[in-house]
C-alpha cells in the first residue's frame, strides 16, 4: 500500500522560505515510485483544495500561476520523496499542503495527511 508523509510545513514570515518533503513508501520493482505523478496541493480554510504544481515520470513540471517564480518542485527518485521549495512566500499561500501521487492524471489515488504552512509577520 502507497503512504505519504509530508513534513517541514510551519511558521514562516512573509519574504521568507519554506521546503515541503513528501517522504513515499510501499513501492516495489511492480509498482514504481518512478512511474508516478507527484503534486502538492493545499486548501485554505474555506475554500477548495487548489493544485499548486506537478512533476511527472519524465520529470515535466507545471504549476498554478500564483506560484509561479516562487515554488519549485522537485523529485528525488533515489530516495522515493518529492519537495516542494516556496520562497519569497505570501499570506495568501496559507493553507494546509498535501502531497499527492498517482499513475496517469491528476489528482493520483494516494494522498498525504497534510502539512500546516502559515505566512505571518
Known amino acids: 500500500q502507497v503512504q505519504l508523509v509530508e513534513s517541514g510545513g510551519g511558521l514562516v514570515q512573509p519574504g521568507g522560505s519554506l521546503r515541503l518533503s513528501c517522504a513515499a513508501s510501499g513501492f516495489t520493482s511492480r509498482v514504481n515510485f518512478v512511474w508516478y505523478t507527484l503534486s502538492w496541493y493545499r486548501q485554505a480554510p474555506g475554500k477548495e483544495r487548489e493544485l499548486v504544481a506537478t512533476?511527472?515520470?519524465?520529470?515535466?513540471?507545471n504549476y498554478v500561476d500564483s506560484v509561479k517564480g516562487r515554488f519549485t518542485i522537485g523529485r528525488v527518485n533515489d530516495e522515493n520523496t518529492v519537495y516542494l521549495q516556496m520562497n519569497n512566500v505570501l499570506p495568501e499561500d496559507t493553507a494546509v499542503y498535501y502531497c499527492?501521487?498517482?499513475?496517469?492524471?491528476?489528482?493520483?489515488?494516494?494522498w498525504g495527511q497534510g502539512t500546516q504552512v502559515t505566512v505571518s509577520s
Open positions: 512533476i511527472t515520470s519524465g520529470r515535466s513540471k
Open positions: 499527492n501521487a498517482g499513475v496517469g492524471g491528476v489528482p493520483g489515488s494516494y
